[in-house]
């Protein structure tokens, strides 16, 4: 069993960054693939980054890739999303997961915190 909560969310100005954080409760933390998705208003959920378990690679959508980097601490058994050069449709509900793979697919992930929500404002 495995508890995500995340944090570091909030409003920031377009162009801005912030750094999410989800920690992990639970010794099998090192063993799962970890991703990043989120929410907006009225849309459905949506991948934004996925990482392996050893962190040896890593997978990002085409609309963050250059701008958030997710990168994993198996010793503090944290994950994080840097979130640069942010714009307004960024904006949206931010949910880590855990899963087996690290794929783009919610339904591969077996595990979900409660969000943490990011608002860029133009």
């Known amino acids: 069993q495995v508890q995500l909560v995340e944090s570091g969310g909030g409003l920031v100005q377009a162009g801005g960054s912030l750094r999410l954080s989800c920690a992990a409760s639970g010794r099998t933390f090192s063993r799962h693939a970890m991703g990043w998705f989120r929410q907006a208003p009225g849309r459905e959920r949506e991948f934004v980054a996925a990482?392996?378990?050893?962190?040896?690679?890593?997978y990002d959508a085409d609309s963050v890739k250059g701008r958030f980097t997710i990168s994993r601490d198996n010793a503090k058994n944290t994950v994080y999303l840097q979130m640069n050069s942010l714009k307004p449709e960024d904006t949206g509900v931010y949910y880590c997961?855990?899963?087996?793979?690290?794929?783009?697919?919610?339904?591969?992930?077996?595990?979900w915190g409660q969000g943490t929500q990011v608002t860029v404002s133009s």
């Open positions: 997961a855990a899963g087996d793979l690290a794929t783009q697919k919610s339904d591969d992930y077996d595990y």
């Open positions: 990482v392996r378990w050893n962190g040896g690679r890593t």
